[in-house]
Every structure is written in structure tokens, then in C-alpha cells.
């Protein structure tokens, strides 16, 4: 279960490095690195999904933890790699103006997506089972 911890860690990093890359990109724009950045919004996107992904892993082994629920591994395994590589689709995309076009983003974003959803749906029935 302390994979939960260790990847809400890697997502809270991202978390603060995407606030101050975007900090930069706003308040102090540096001719070349604007061109770098090319879609805020999208960043923004990204942000906010680090920041509740790294709200579910942290949620998940504290009420797992506060219940005495021994997790399945693999499913935290989902949720945290899951959890880190859904948001940094919205990265990418942000950079990258021909994103949505390419066969590769659309393929690594369908197996983060598949990931994720065994995960959560995993950890879910997990809870279902201890609460029923």
C-alpha cells in the first residue's frame, strides 16, 4: 500500500513543478521559453488532475490504514502509475500542438486510462467488500 504514498509524492512534485512552470510562463515571460509552452490551458488541466490523483492515493491508504483494509497491491500498482501518467497526457499536450493527432498519445492514453479505471474500480470493491 505504500506505493499510494510514493506515487502521491511523484504527483505532488509534479504538482509544484507545473505552479511554477506556469508561474514563469505568466509572470515572467522569457522570449523563446513562451513558444515552449503552448497551451496554458491544458497545463492548468494537468495541475488539477495531479493534484486530485495525488488527493485519491493519499485518501485511499488513509482510509484503508484508519479501517485496517490491506489493499491488493497490483491495484495500488494501478492507481499510483495511473495516477502519474493520466495528468502527464495534459503535459505532453501542452507542448506539443499536434498531440491529439498522434497515434502514439492516443494509445499511451488508452492504457493510462485502462490502468487507472482497473485501479480505482479495484480499490473500490475493495471498500464495497469491507463496508458490506
Known sequence: MEVLLLGAVAMIAALILSAWLMT???W????????FLIDYKTMIRAHIDY???ALFSLGFFGAATSANISLPTLACWCIAIGGF???????????????????IWKVFSAV????????????????FKYAW
Open 24 to 26: 514563469f510562463a505568466k
Open 28 to 35: 515572467f515571460p522569457l522570449p523563446g521559453v513562451d513558444d
Open 85 to 103: 501518467t493520466n495528468p502527464s497526457i495534459f503535459v505532453v499536450a501542452a507542448f506539443d500542438t499536434e498531440f491529439w493527432d498522434k497515434k
Open 51 to 53: 493534484a486530485l490523483m
Open 112 to 127: 493510462s486510462f485502462m490502468i487507472t479505471t482497473v485501479g480505482f474500480v479495484w480499490i473500490g470493491m475493495t471498500f
